[in-house]
DNA sequence: TAGTAATATAAGTATTTACTAATATAACTG
DNA sequence: CAGTTATATTAGTAAATACTTATATTACTA
């Protein structure tokens, strides 16, 4: 129950006058799918560990192996194993066996969104 | 303590044969400030209530009240108080008050970002 | 085949997060 | 001024998260 702080019939006097929650200007809808799906690049992306192992894969020249990246975020072997997995179903980096490694790679839209990111800290100084 | 798994002295037998933890190529150190930054914009976008105020934030013509806010995506005045705060933080809002009402709107770096998000969007479909 | 290495999965847990309710603050209004 | 409205802050909490350890799986190796 979030209500409480309105119990009259919504007399609002809003800012420019109008009624309802129409304060500012009309609140469209917004597509509930690119909610799900940018929401789940943005976590996956949105933790220390997940990002450095993704900057981690970026800044190699080819794929990487668990091995290397266990060592590099300082954290266990099943921690990475984790990680990667969540990484990999948020369509981020890519996955390929060869013998008893795994390697792994930089998807097209994880590559295009470092690049933002590093636009907007190279703008933001 | 998070070894256990390599008690010997980690006679690597690596894919290319190479030692340490080389098996494919140097990882190169990684800016940790850019970490920071960066992931205190994916982390504060990454989740379901301050992604959605933002794209509404967004879509509105002008700038917006949080009486609108609160109404669209259902949770409480408190809580999107609470949001919005941690958007402004990360850089992603700005704020302006006017009278008794606090005018929320988009920066230009949320706004590159929801364009890098819609144009991954697009090309995966 | 048994043994070992690389990785994944499962189960358990401390920490973090995203809320809610209650209260505070600040500005407008009679 | 007292009352009300818009928003922020505080405190508390259920649920989610990011790990850990232990175990399973898969592939290579002697």
Chains 1, 2 share one sequence.
Do not use: H
């Amino acid at each position: 129950m979030s209500e409480g702080y309105s119990e009259t019939e919504s007399q609002s006097s809003r800012p420019d006058g109008s009624a309802e929650n129409a304060c500012c200007t009309a609140i469209p809808e917004i597509d509930e799918e690119a909610v799900v799906a940018d929401v789940q690049i943005l976590s996956a992306l949105g933790n220390d560990t997940r990002y450095e192992l993704v900057r981690r894969i970026a800044a190699a020249e080819d794929d990487v192996c668990v091995c290397d990246l266990e060592s590099a975020v300082g954290i266990s072997q099943s921690g990475v194993s984790q990680a990667l997995s969540r990484l990999y179903s948020a369509g981020l980096i890519t996955r390929r066996k060869e013998g008893s490694w795994r390697y792994y790679g930089l998807t097209e839209d994880a590559a295009q969104f470092l690049d933002t990111l590093d636009d907007i800290r190279a703008t933001n100084e």
